[in-house]
């Protein structure tokens, strides 16, 4: 089982306007903005409004109408940044790459032969 879900962390003070974000999207249960330390241009993040830790504790329901967003905004930035593909990918606890314990897919831009910054 998951640890609970820390209704303080980062991007529940996003989500309720305590800290401030670029936002580029946003419907009654998804936001998504920029990335405030980008790996490419155009790295934004997807996050749903409801408080899950992320994809190990999420609800099903949640990812039904998450996903979706995803994919509208990867094709959105793709088109956008003029990029060669997309990378879309999200971490589960530390071990996995995680800092931000709000579940969150980033989506980055990525062009042919241009390595992510680190
Ligand atoms: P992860 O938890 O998947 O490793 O990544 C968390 C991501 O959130 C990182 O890419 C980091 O740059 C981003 N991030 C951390 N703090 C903030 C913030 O205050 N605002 C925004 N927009 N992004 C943040």
Same mark, same amino acid.
């Given at each position: ?13 996003? $989500?309720?306007?305590? =800290? &401030?974000? !670029? ?8 936001? @998504? %903005? ?10 934004l993040l997807v996050i749903p ?13 949640? $990812?039904?109408?998450? =996903? &979706?967003? !995803? ?8 088109? @956008? %940044? ?37």
């Amino acid at each position: 089982t998951s640890p609970a879900y820390d209704p303080n962390n980062i991007f529940a003070k996003i $989500l309720k306007g305590e =800290i &401030p974000s !670029v936002k580029l999207y946003e419907d009654d249960d998804t936001l @998504a %903005f920029m990335d405030v330390m980008p790996q490419a241009t155009g790295h934004l993040l997807v996050i749903p409004k409801t408080g899950s830790r992320n994809l190990l504790d999420a609800d099903p329901a949640v $990812l039904v109408k998450l =996903i &979706p967003v !995803v994919q509208k905004l990867a094709n959105a930035a793709k088109q @956008a %940044f003029e990029a060669d593909g997309v990378f879309v990918a999200q971490f589960n606890e530390a071990a996995a790459g995680q800092t931000v314990y709000h579940l969150h897919f980033h989506v980055i831009p990525r062009h042919e032969g241009v390595p992510l910054k680190p």
